[in-house]
């Protein structure tokens, strides 16, 4: 890192040649950065390997784990904030993955990557939340009548529903349809022994 630095020293003393060597510092240190990232996140990174071994900690039972069990693993050395976004990673990892998948410019961190990803969360409560409140044009006016009418749901509404449920809640699609097909089929049993 010394040695890259030394490359970086400007040749003339002027504002705008000091601005061109930071700015190449900047891009240099983005782009560790990101490398960083990366190895962290690898199924052999230390973000990953952190985060199941809390996640084994967590699941010997309590809410929290204990400070003591911390210290018996070594972990209290690792600054806690470091130590919830590696749990959070782990237990959301296959969004926080294809997230990070699709983003234009990548991330350089998990505080950064779960930043972006509750507010795209968020985006898409709100959008949905703006969705429902506009009038659909089949609704009848209730004005002079005792009951307002009940708006009569598609599948396409349900399903979109289900979809936007399963994103706030962090299920994983492919466990939605197993369990929505185990539904199905309990229902389909029900139905025939009722009969």
Do not use: Y
């Not at 490398?35 to 039972?61: H, M, N, P, V, W």
């Not at 969004?95 to 972006?116: C, E, Y």
């Not at 979809?163 to 197993?178: P, W, Y």
């Amino acid at each position: 890192m010394k040695n890259a630095i030394k490359n970086f020293q400007p040749e003339i003393s002027t504002l705008e040649a000091e601005g061109v060597v930071l700015a190449k510092m900047w891009k240099s240190i983005c782009k560790a950065d990101k490398t960083r990232f990366k190895k962290a996140i690898q199924l052999d990174g230390f973000d990953t390997r952190l985060g199941k071994l809390l996640q084994s900690l967590k699941s010997e039972g309590g809410a929290q784990i204990s400070t003591n069990r911390l210290r018996d693993c070594n972990l209290h050395q690792i600054d806690r904030r470091r130590r919830s976004e590696a749990l959070w990673f782990v237990e959301n990892e296959q969004d926080a993955r294809k997230f990070n998948k699709s983003s234009k410019k990548g991330f350089t961190s998990l505080s950064a990557l779960q930043k972006a990803m509750s507010k795209a969360s968020k985006a898409k409560t709100a959008k949905a939340d703006k969705v429902d409140e506009k009038p659909s044009k089949e609704e009848v006016s209730d004005v002079g009548q005792s009951e307002a009418p009940k708006k009569v749901l598609t599948a396409s509404d349900i399903a979109l529903e289900a979809l936007l449920l399963c994103e706030i809640h962090g299920v994983d699609l492919n466990d939605f349809a197993n369990a929505l097909t185990e539904q199905n089929e309990m229902m389909s049993t029900n139905s025939r022994k009722a009969a």
